[in-house]
């Protein structure tokens, strides 16, 4: 059966094939998270992609910004999984609150970053999780996690 797929500001429904897995993360350039659709199309899942066409400024736009925020802690609220793939430097910040978020619930958490990213050593200190240097490594962690949630 193939994946299925909610995308942001749509409604996380009963019913839809477990585990739920929110795809967290870096928002910018291309979307990483097709990697994960291409490599687990055939796999009995649901992602759940917060990803936007475009930023809400929260000086700008409180009200957008603030449903934004609510859409995203609903979805991790009623995420079994949550991934994340952190982007270079110090960006990722709505990210870095989403993880710890994430980790506060006690919802397996599986995180990644690329080369380049600032705090990976400081991230896995706090969480006590080691964290993945590659995308592939990433979706290999991935891909033993959901194995146990089928069994």
Same mark, same amino acid.
């Given at each position: 059966m193939?994946?299925? &797929?909610i995308?942001? /500001? ?8 477990r585990p739920?897995?929110?795809l ?5 350039g291309?979307?990483?998270?097709l990697? *994960?659709?291409h490599?687990f199309e055939?796999s /009995?899942?649901? +992602?759940i992609?917060?990803?936007? $066409? %475009? +930023?809400? /400024?929260?000086? &700008?736009?409180? #009200?957008?910004?603030?449903?934004q925020?609510?859409w995203?802690?609903q979805a ?7 991934? *994340?793939w952190?982007?270079?430097g &110090?960006?990722? %910040? ?5 993880i710890?978020?994430?980790?506060g619930? $006690?919802?397996?958490?599986?995180i990644?970053?690329?080369d380049? *990213?600032?705090? &990976?050593e400081?991230?896995?200190a +706090?969480?006590?999780l080691?964290? #993945?240097?590659?995308?592939?490594g990433?979706?290999n962690? *991935?891909? #033993?996690v959901?194995?146990?949630f089928? %069994?």
């Amino acid at each position: 059966m193939p994946y299925s &797929l909610i995308r942001a /500001d749509e409604i996380v429904r009963a019913g839809l094939p477990r585990p739920l897995v929110y795809l967290g993360g870096n928002c910018r350039g291309r979307d990483w998270r097709l990697d *994960f659709y291409h490599r687990f199309e055939q796999s /009995d899942v649901t +992602f759940i992609n917060p990803r936007r $066409d %475009q +930023f809400v /400024d929260p000086e &700008l736009d409180p #009200s957008s910004h603030a449903h934004q925020v609510d859409w995203e802690r609903q979805a991790l609220d009623k995420c079994d999984l949550a991934v *994340f793939w952190l982007g270079g430097g &110090l960006a990722n %910040q709505a990210a870095r609150v989403e993880i710890g978020y994430s980790l506060g619930l $006690d919802k397996p958490t599986l995180i990644g970053a690329e080369d380049g *990213f600032l705090g &990976l050593e400081h991230l896995s200190a +706090f969480s006590g999780l080691v964290l #993945s240097k590659t995308m592939d490594g990433l979706m290999n962690r *991935f891909a #033993s996690v959901l194995a146990s949630f089928n %069994q």
